[in-house]
C-alpha cells in the first residue's frame, strides 16, 4: 500500500472543515460524502499500519488477540523488570501524592463507561444507528509485559482503559451528533471527528431540511469498514 505524503494528508485534512461549497446538495452529494469518508478511513489505516510496522522488530505473535513471546524473549523481559519499591524510591513525592487524584478518576470513567454503554444498546436500537463495538476501541494487554513491574502494570491498564473509553465514548457521541445535530459549526473546532465533514453547513436552512433523513441513514461507510475487518 502506498503512504500518502505529508501535502496528501495535509490537503485531505483541510477538506474536513469545508469540502464542498456552502450551497444545497444535490444528488450526487452523498457519493462524493462518502468517497471522501473512505478517503480519512483509508488515512486512519495507513497510520494505523505505520505504527503497527514495528511489530516484525520484536519476536512475538498474535494468539487469539493475545501477544506472544519467545521463551528466550520472556526470559530477558523477566530479567529487566525493576522492582516496584524502586519505581517508588524513584518517584518524587508530589508525584506519589497525586497518585489518589490521578486514579480518582476510574469512578467517573467507569460510570461513563456504563452508561454510553447502556446508551448505545437501547437508542442505537431504536434509532437504527450502527452500534459501536467496544472492543475495537478499550483494548489492554501491556499489563502481560514481563519487563513491567506491578506498579507499572496497573498504570498501564489504567491509561489503556481511561483512553479506550474516551475513544469508545467520543465514536457513540460522534454518531449521535449525526443523527440528532448534523450541522457544523460556524467557528473551526480543533478534534473535530471524520464524520462531521458529512454535515450541513452553518446557517444553511434548506440543506439541512432536505438532507436531515438522508444523512441519518448514511452510514454505509461503517458497514463497508466492517465487512472489510471480518473478511481480513
Known amino acids: 500500500m502506498r503512504v500518502p505524503n505529508q501535502l496528501e494528508i ?26 471522501l469518508l473512505e478517503e480519512i ?3 486512519e ?4 499500519e505505520k505504527i503497527q510496522q514495528t511489530k516484525n522488530d520484536f519476536t ?23 522492582h ?20 480518582s478518576l ?6 461513563m463507561d456504563m452508561f454510553v454503554s447502556l446508551y448505545q444498546a437501547v437508542c442505537f436500537r431504536v434509532y437504527r444507528i450502527p452500534r459501536v463495538k467496544r472492543s475495537e ?9 514481563a519487563y513491567l513491574n506491578i506498579i507499572e502494570k496497573v498504570n498501564c491498564v489504567y491509561c489503556g482503559y481511561c483512553n479506550g473509553v474516551i475513544a469508545f465514548a467520543r465514536e457513540v457521541a460522534s454518531r449521535t451528533e449525526q443523527y440528532w445535530c448534523p450541522i457544523k459549526h460556524a467557528r473551526r473546532a480543533k478534534g473535530c471527528h471524520s464524520r462531521t465533514c458529512l454535515f450541513c ?12 433523513q438522508s444523512l441519518r441513514q448514511q452510514f454505509h461507510d461503517i458497514e463497508t469498514s466492517r465487512e472489510e475487518s471480518s473478511g481480513t
Open 10 to 35: 495535509v490537503f485531505t485534512i483541510g477538506r474536513l472543515h469545508n469540502p464542498f461549497p456552502p450551497t444545497t446538495l444535490d444528488d450526487a452529494m452523498p457519493k462524493r460524502l462518502d468517497h
Open 41 to 43: 478511513h483509508e488515512l
Open 45 to 48: 489505516r495507513v497510520v494505523t
Open 60 to 82: 512475538y505473535k498474535l494468539v487469539r488477540g493475545r501477544a506472544v513471546f519467545d521463551k528466550d524473549v520472556r526470559r530477558r523481559h523477566r530479567a529487566m523488570a525493576k
Open 84 to 103: 516496584a519499591w524502586r519505581t517508588i524510591c524513584e518517584s518524587s513525592f508530589w508525584t506519589i501524592a497525586t497518585a489518589p487524584v490521578i486514579y
Open 106 to 111: 476510574l469512578i467517573p470513567f467507569t460510570m
Open 137 to 145: 476501541y478499550v483494548v489492554i494487554d501491556r499489563h502481560s509485559l
Open 201 to 212: 453547513e452553518f446557517g444553511d436552512a434548506e440543506g439541512y431540511a432536505e438532507n436531515l
